[in-house]
């Protein structure tokens, strides 16, 4: 939305959208977002280009993340295709397990975006904190499936994220992954590009290359991650970038002892050098060590097991019908 004074502005949810309709002329409905909105808070983590603040909208008393970006910073990086991009794409983005984009605005000096608030911070942290800084296998499983499941909707859209790695991935208020930091992520209808971003440790064979790539740079990714999650580290990790270079071009890593089977098929299925030999995000979703370790409460969150159960449920209401019928010719016989 962009407003006579210049001001672009945007509000996605009913209870931003009433402040936003409370803080408007009636009859020439200007966008008055400014930070006298807002309450700000503690500080919740600084990036490159600024900070995010814990802050409250004043007349709806909703929770936010407000991420605080320096124009100047910005440019000086030529960064701020990155940040239009990131604005594009997150702000249109619904599904439970990718952090929202409420809105945003700017002045002078600053950009601010209006994110959702994810109580319990970054993943990166939390594996960190972890025994051996790894997570347990249940633990794993499960954030495997919120992700796939979120990804699955990205491409859906025909969004690639790129970027995939714990320092991107944040923890809502259940213990909920969501994925942020869609700066480095593409709206592609065509569906191939030739960019090198991303981060080195997670990049695939066709990126490092400089070749063609698709959405199934993402499902390499997980592969990485998967294998951090359970070691905590990447599998392609070296001190020297070069190293690291050619033991992604080999596919070369090896699996500590620890890692179970079913974890191992799983990684050994996505970090193929061939994109098209990728295990699908469906196949992830399906795979016996997710399904087997997956919690029913974290599975019922999931919009891609919701339909499955519901196929599920029809499907059986049906034979039991069918069943029923069965049973009365029998009878009638």
């Known amino acids: ?49 600024g900070n995010v603040y814990l802050a409250r909208e004043k007349k709806s008393k909703f929770i936010v993340a407000l991420k605080v970006l320096f124009k100047s910073q910005l440019q000086k990086a030529s960064c701020e295709h990155q940040l239009r991009r990131e604005i594009e794409i997150q702000s249109h983005l619904r599904h439970p397990n990718v952090l929202r984009m409420y ?49 699955k909707y990205c491409h859906s859209k025909k969004v690639i994220h790129r970027d995939i790695k714990p320092e991107n991935l944040l923890l809502g208020l259940y213990g909920e992954l969501k ?45 990485v991650l998967c294998f951090e999650f359970l070691v905590g580290q990447p599998p392609f990790e070296t001190a020297d970038q070069q190293n690291t270079y050619r033991k992604i071009k080999a596919v070369s890593f090896d699996f500590p002892g620890h890692v179970p089977e079913g ?17 699908s995000l469906e196949g992830i979703l399906n795979h016996f060590w ?21 196929v599920k449920k029809d499907d059986n209401q049906k034979m039991d019908a069918l069943a029923g019928e069965n049973e009365q010719n029998v009878d009638a016989v």
């Open 1 to 49: 939305m962009l407003s006579p004074s210049g001001q672009i502005c945007s509000a996605t949810t009913p209870e931003m959208r009433q402040a936003l309709r409370e803080t408007t002329n009636s009859s020439e409905r200007k966008c008055k977002w400014s930070l006298e909105n807002f309450d700000i808070g503690k500080p919740l983590g600084k990036g490159k280009f």
């Open 103 to 151: 809105g945003y605005f700017y002045d002078t000096k600053r950009v601010y975006l209006i994110l959702e608030y994810a109580a319990n911070g970054e993943m990166y942290k939390s594996l960190q904190s972890q025994p051996d800084k790894r997570f347990d296998e249940a633990t794993s499983a499960g954030y495997m499936a919120q992700i796939s499941d979120a990804l």
């Open 179 to 223: 994925i942020a930091d869609f700066g480095w992520s593409v709206h592609a209808p065509s569906s191939r590009r030739k960019t090198l971003c991303g981060t080195l440790d997670y990049l695939p064979p066709e990126m490092v290359e400089g070749r063609e790539h698709d959405e199934k740079v993402d499902l390499w990714s997980l592969g």
């Open 263 to 279: 974890a191992r098929d799983l990684i050994g299925k996505l970090l193929r050098r061939s994109p098209s030999e990728r295990l």
């Open 290 to 310: 997710v399904l087997k370790l997956l919690k029913p409460a974290v599975r019922k969150r999931l919009p891609y097991y919701q339909t499955m159960d519901a």
